[in-house]
């Protein structure tokens, strides 16, 4: 039984759903399918991970050491509340 | 948690000091300023410490700490009669909008090779991946964003909340979520590309 190819055009929408869990087993097959047979959508896929990683890494502002002060102000008006 | 029901200052200054970065940055989502943020992170704290000792540990510190803020800047937010980005999360549907521009793709009518790219993305170099400009390229494609979009994926792959977490806090379904982070990884995939590639 011939099943339709996804094209490279599809996988890149499907990319999400994928990473989500949210494709049918069936889907997910095809998905799959094609990812390891074509070094574009390989490419892609990477690219879509490593932009996930990337934001994982967005530096944590910096608290002000006024602003530190000013909640270290309240925590000891409430301690002695 | 212990500590600070014991009022222990070194125990709030750490947590302070570990959330308050992410709690300026999730109140930015329901706010239309940096300074409202940091006047709801403010409240957040002393909201968590006069509750503190009513804190029963049904759920997580972190999960409680976020509620309270999540409600304080949804009630800032009406107040100062913005309305959050809600209509747009509620129906991100609208236009279409591709991942990748079509003229990447063949035709769909291409005769061998239907919808097979025509021009591949290329890999992208490790070392240039973690230097600090690219860091900048990609926060600015996350302040271009659409606020839909840039609130679901501030919280799941900034903040690293679950899909469960953002869809509780957002008030959006699982699949609109879907759609919204789909849409915002795939233009911040598309500005580090087009950075990636312009001095090759």
Known sequence: MEIEQLSCREVVELVTDYLEGALSPDERARFEEHVARCGGCTVYVEQIRATIELLGRVPEGTLSAEAEQELLEAFRGWRSS | MERLRRRD?????????????????????????????????????????????????????????????????????????????????????????????????????????????????????????????????????????????RAVLTLRDIEGWSSEEVRNALEISETNQRVLLHRARSKVRRALESYLQEDD
């Open chain 2, 9 to 149: 200052e070194g125990a709030f200054a750490a947590l302070v000091r570990m959330y308050n970065a992410s709690l300026v940055r999730v109140a930015r989502i329901y706010v239309s300023t940096m300074a409202a943020a940091e006047e709801v992170a403010q409240e957040t704290w002393l909201a968590v410490l006069n509750g503190i000792d009513r804190f029963e540990g049904r759920s997580s510190l972190r999960t409680w700490i976020f509620r309270i803020l999540t409600n304080i800047a949804k009630t800032r937010a009406q107040r100062d009669g913005r309305t959050l980005p809600f209509s747009a999360l509620q129906d991100p549907g609208g236009v279409p909008e591709a991942a990748v521009d079509a003229d990447r793709f063949l035709d769909p009518e291409h005769p061998r090779w239907p919808g097979h790219w025509a021009s591949r993305p290329v890999g992208w170099p490790e070392e240039r991946l973690l230097a600090g400009e690219t860091m900048e390229v990609l926060e600015r494609a996350v302040e271009a964003l659409p606020a839909s979009q």
